[in-house]
């Protein structure tokens, strides 16, 4: 956990049998916090195990003794789909105690249980800020994480589409909680998670 709150991570390889906490306790815990890959090894094969770590949120998961080239395999593939999709941490996922919610496969954002109406350009923008808890977006990276190719614009237009964000989520947009401002780089995502 020490390594994970340190360093940004591309993917994490877990083992289950770990000295003081458990593989599926730090599973958990970086749920809170990150997307970020992971794949779980582990000597234990019964299936309920399996779907035990998919359901906490493993990507991926090999049971011992594997090959090198299985497991470079199967870096390969979680990393090539985490690249592909804004997959959010949760379905459904409330911040600052219910003041904001948002349910991903409906589509729908809730300001204090109010429905919003978010444009398909903003909605993409927020999930891609949620996808990644405090990691700070570049413009660029931006319309990357958010577009991709799609994108037919000039970078400042985020800008533009963040403004008419923050007026509809945030209580006062001139101090926002949501989305926040890094002078010189970009925006970050600044919510506190709680599961719904």
Sequence with gaps: MAIFERENLSLVLLDLMLPDLSGEEICVEIRKKS???????TAKIEESD???GLNIGADDYITKP?????????????LRRSSDD??????KTSFNHGDL???FESHTVKKKRVEINLT??????????????????T????????FGDEFEGYDRTVDSHIKNL????????RSPVYILTIFGIGYKFGGALNEV
Excluded: C, G, W
Excluded at 66 to 78: D, G, M, N, Q
Excluded at 139 to 146: N, S, T, W
């Design 50 to 52: 399996l779907l035990t």
């Design 139 to 146: 413009r660029e990276d931006l319309i990357k994480a958010a």
């Design 101 to 103: 919610e948002v349910e």
């Design 166 to 173: 923050r007026q509809k989520i945030e209580s006062d947009p």
């Design 86 to 91: 804004l997959v959010p941490l949760y379905n």
């Design 66 to 78: 594997f090959s090198l080239k299985e497991l470079y395999a199967r870096i390969e593939a979680v």
């Design 120 to 137: 398909p350009h903003e909605f993409k923008l927020l999930a891609a800020l949620i996808k990644y808890p405090n990691r700070v977006f």
């Design 35 to 41: 997307r970020v890959p992971i794949i779980m090894l």
